[in-house]
């Protein structure tokens, strides 16, 4: 039965054209419009470190002391003292500190211009933690952050940038005013959203060079910026202890258990140092989120997106109320033919089932050049000068999303002009004849 | 026009007709909406800043030594001003819209700390000699930096300069002293404190906020020595003439390169900086455009396609009604008519929908109440859209002839 009702649907499909084309316009722009959105909303809203973002946690402390009134939540950062003391206790399965700064870059043997680029100041955990992955040679070891070695990771750019994409472990970068030695190249790698850097919404590229905590904060000396600060620092360029955070705290943690054993470790620290009187507010600010539960928290999607995601969605409605107009518009047009098929012994279902199959494959036909648009959307979009611009383009689940939108759209709108058809009274229709 | 009639035959196609006022109704929300946003983005790309946009160059000059910088501005400088078109060449530590902000917060009493909650956020800019001539400044009130407190001001270990002299835009004035005149007037940070000297016209800060535009122009300008700069002063500012102003950043860029080859020199006109900073908002705005044309477009087809249909369906009906003596105008009338009803209906649910969604969106997102007038400007564009829509098939059904209602189906 399936075969004949798709053959009376193309059949009718092509009697009339223009209704044809205008409800698959109708529904082909409508998913257009929200599969672009929604994909937009999907790779923003994604989980960018999936095997990991349930271990890996972000503890905060509020070492703000007066403390603001309005203030409910801490800083997405620490200060150097309380990250420090956290670091330093290893309650983590593995932990590290991180903060970031600018500073000139050049590699004095290739003769090439200085550039200025981001520094992160990390601690060794940070590779693993992360799953960075790496092209040539690897991270550095605890022992050199201890020791305050002069060694770097650098990123896959920079590598072409500088030495071309070859092999340049072992080869010197200068950094600032001092030689490091390169130990590791990395390969492409851009988390997104950039979440181990929570102060802002943050699409952007990774940092292009990577160096040990304790010797970058002396090569870089005097550049790094606190986030923000609640006394005036007696010295701007050494924030080490003033009254400014600066430096992230991220910690992994391979179970449920140890989570709630480092909560608890977090909030014995912020009492204590609140009966020491440095911390105005104890746990009652202390958080430790995961990867997930951060990016919620910060609202990591922008809110032009989520706009754009909700336009989209009237839009389809607005499509699909069209489509069950003109389907509607349609099938009560053959109500005549209904009546002399329904007077011949077709059932209510067979009717029922015939117009429904006519509603799928329009459908499918609204899906295919929904998909279409859809390409298009996103090309659009690639071509926006905004930071997350690089990630628009279809997966293959947005990809049979679109279709299961698109048939499931239509099938809905072709659901009460089939039910309304399949009531035809066939006597009624006969008697018109 | 008696419209009873067509009320009758609307009763009789209740959900086509029903699901065309939903259709108009969730136009004309999103449409008021939608144009609304669009509106409120286009006014912050315009935001003003009293600077000479036009004509201004500026070129970051990064990665320099500190320890020079006392000999190396005034070289750079002298040199910049030798490019050919350029009135006025000087320094500073940041430009409106340049995102590179540095935050301060001041209140009016001497015993105020930066903690204090009624203290007023501003931005710093740090500028050098004849930075109000190179940026176009107008001063309202007082005077610009003289040569002793540009020459003297410096930063010792502290993120404030050692001056008392500064002067702020006519916005922060106000913001800090209602009502009063700010010359001579004091602001606060313990243990600093500046004198204000002069009062310029609305700058924008490095950052703006496009909900609080009260806030956008809370800047502070303190004068900076070369000597004294410590790194904080980087962006050479350049002013000649709007046509020569791609010329001259390529020629500054290549100059400080070379004067500088340890550092890295970047050139930007102005208005580059400025389209940077919006670059987000006029892209939102292009879209919402795209999303209002192509919405439009589907329900007009949607009226088009519905009314045909409604017209093929009462072809007989017309043809009794031409021959029993209507005119061509009446049968276009009542098509006309009948989609003004349904317009009409479509657009007062429309309205409230409209008005519900800026509800929500001004709790959800960054949003500001809507005027009134957009609600009745989206009704009149769908009342408009609809007739325009329906003219055609009003037209085909006029044109049924008599004959039609002798013949049967």
């Known amino acids: 039965m399936f075969g004949y009702y798709l053959d009376l649907a193309l059949r009718s499909l092509k009697r009339n054209k223009v209704l044809t084309a205008l409800m698959v316009i109708a529904i082909a722009v409508g998913i257009g419009a929200s599969m672009t959105t929604l994909t937009v909303v999907h790779l923003l809203s994604g989980d960018p470190i999936p095997d990991k973002s349930g271990v890996l946690y972000f503890p905060q402390v509020d070492p703000e002391n007066p403390p603001r009134a309005d203030h409910t939540e801490p800083y997405p950062a620490m200060d150097y003292r309380s990250a420090m003391d956290l670091w330093n206790a290893h309650r983590a399965d593995r932990q590290a500190l991180v903060t970031s700064s600018s500073t000139k870059v050049r590699a004095s043997d290739t003769g090439k211009p200085p ?24 991270g550095w070891s605890a022992e050199d952050d201890a020791r305050h070695s002069h060694v770097a990771v650098i990123s896959h750019d920079l590598n072409n940038k500088l030495f071309g994409g070859a092999n340049s472990v072992g080869r010197s970068l200068r950094v600032r005013d001092t030689d490091v030695r390169i130990v590791g190249v990395l390969k492409p790698w851009r988390p997104t959203p950039l979440f181990y850097d929570p102060w802002s919404q943050n699409f952007s590229k990774t940092e292009d060079v990577f160096a040990p905590f304790t010797s970058s904060l002396e090569i870089n000396d005097g550049n790094f910026q606190p986030y923000t600060c609640w006394h005036v620092p007696d010295d701007t360029r050494h924030l080490q202890n003033a009254d400014c955070v600066w430096v992230w705290l991220w910690a992994e943690l391979d179970s449920p258990a140890k989570a709630r054993a480092y909560a608890s470790f977090l909030a014995d ?165 | 026009m008696e419209i009873r009639p067509i009320f009758a035959s ?72 030798g490019i050919a078109g350029v009135q006025q060449a000087a320094i500073t530590s940041s430009l409106p819209l340049s995102t590179n902000n540095w935050g301060w917060s001041f209140g009016v009493n001497p015993d105020s700390v930066i903690a204090n909650q009624k203290n007023i956020n501003v931005s710093l800019y740090f500028i050098g000699e004849n930075g109000d001539k190179a940026l176009g400044l107008h001063v309202l009130q007082g005077r610009f930096f003289n040569g002793d407190e540009l020459a003297d001001s410096k930063f010792d270990t502290a993120p404030l300069p050692e001056t008392h002299a500064v002067v702020m835009t006519h916005a922060a004035a106000e913001n800090f002293w209602p009502g009063q005149s700010a010359l001579g007037k004091t602001i606060y940070s313990k243990p600093y404190y500046y004198t204000v000297v002069g009062v310029v016209e609305d700058v924008l ?105 409604w017209v093929g369906q009462r072809r007989r009906q017309i043809g009794i009604r031409r021959a029993v003596g209507a005119t061509r105008g009446h049968i276009m009338q009542y098509f006309q008519t009948e989609n003004f009803l349904l317009s009409t209906a479509g657009v007062a649910l429309g309205m409230v929908l409209a008005f519900g969604i800026n509800i929500y969106l001004m709790q959800h997102y960054e949003m500001s109440r809507m005027p009134w007038y957009y609600l009745p400007g989206g009704a009149l564009a769908l009342w408009l859209l609809g007739q325009a829509s329906v003219f055609g098939p009003a037209q085909k059904a006029a044109s049924v002839p008599p004959v039609v209602a002798t013949r049967s189906v």
């Not at chain 1, 550039?115 to 690897?138: K, N, W």
């Not at chain 2, 600077?51 to 501005?73: M, W, Y």
């Not at chain 2, 890295?264 to 455009?289: C, H, P």
Request: hydrophobic share 50%; charged share 15%; aromatic share 10%.
């Open chain 1, 115 to 138: 550039l200025i680029l981001s520094l992160l100041s990390t601690t060794a955990d940070f590779f693993p933690m992360f799953e960075v992955p790496f092209q040539y040679g690897s």
């Open chain 1, 269 to 433: 620290y912020a009492e204590q140092q609140k009966t020491m009187a440095r911390f105005a507010t104890g746990k009652d600010h202390v958080r430790l989120r995961n990867v997930m539960t951060l990016l919620t928290a910060r609202g990591m999607v922008p809110d032009d997106v989520r706009l754009q995601a909700w336009l989209a969605f009237a839009f389809l409605v607005i499509c699909l109320f069209n489509a069950v107009g003109l389907l509607l518009a349609k099938f009560l047009r053959r109500s005549g033919e209904i009546g002399v098929r329904r007077a011949l012994g077709a059932s209510q279902r067979a009717i029922f089932s015939q117009c429904l199959v006519e509603a799928g494959v329009i459908g499918l036909l609204g899906g295919f050049f929904g998909w279409l648009l859809t390409l298009l959307g996103l090309w659009l979009v690639r071509q926006q000068p905004v930071d997350y611009a690089h990630l628009a383009h279809v997966d293959t689940a947005m990809f049979f999303a679109t279709f299961a939108t698109a048939v499931a759209a239509s099938l809905l709108a072709g659901l009460i002009p089939a039910l309304r058809a399949s009531r035809v009274a066939p006597g009624w229709q006969l008697k018109a004849l």
């Open chain 2, 10 to 81: 609307l009763r009789k196609h209740r959900i086509p007709a029903l699901l065309i006022v939903l259709e108009i109704a969730l136009a004309c929300a999103v449409l008021c909406n939608a144009v609304f946003m669009i509106s409120q983005r286009v006014s912050d790309i315009g935001l003003p800043s009293a600077i000479d946009e036009q004509g201004l160059v500026s070129v970051t000059l990064r990665g320099t030594d500190d320890k020079l910088v006392a000999s190396e501005i005034p070289r750079n400088l002298a040199a910049l001003r």
């Open chain 2, 205 to 309: 800060r490095p950052n703006v906020s496009t909900t609080n535009t009260r806030k956008s122009y809370d800047a502070v300008y303190f004068p900076m020595s070369a000597a004294g700069s410590k790194g904080a002063l980087s962006y050479y500012i350049l002013r000649g003439a709007p046509q020569d102003r791609d010329r001259i950043m390529r020629e500054a860029e290549q100059k400080l390169a070379e004067l500088n080859p340890g550092a890295v020199a970047k050139g930007q006109t102005y208005m580059d900086i400025r389209e940077k900073y919006f670059a987000n908002m006029s892209s939102m705005a292009w879209m919402l455009v795209l999303v209002c044309v192509v919405m439009l477009a589907v329900t007009a087809f949607g009226i088009v396609g519905l009314t045909s249909f």
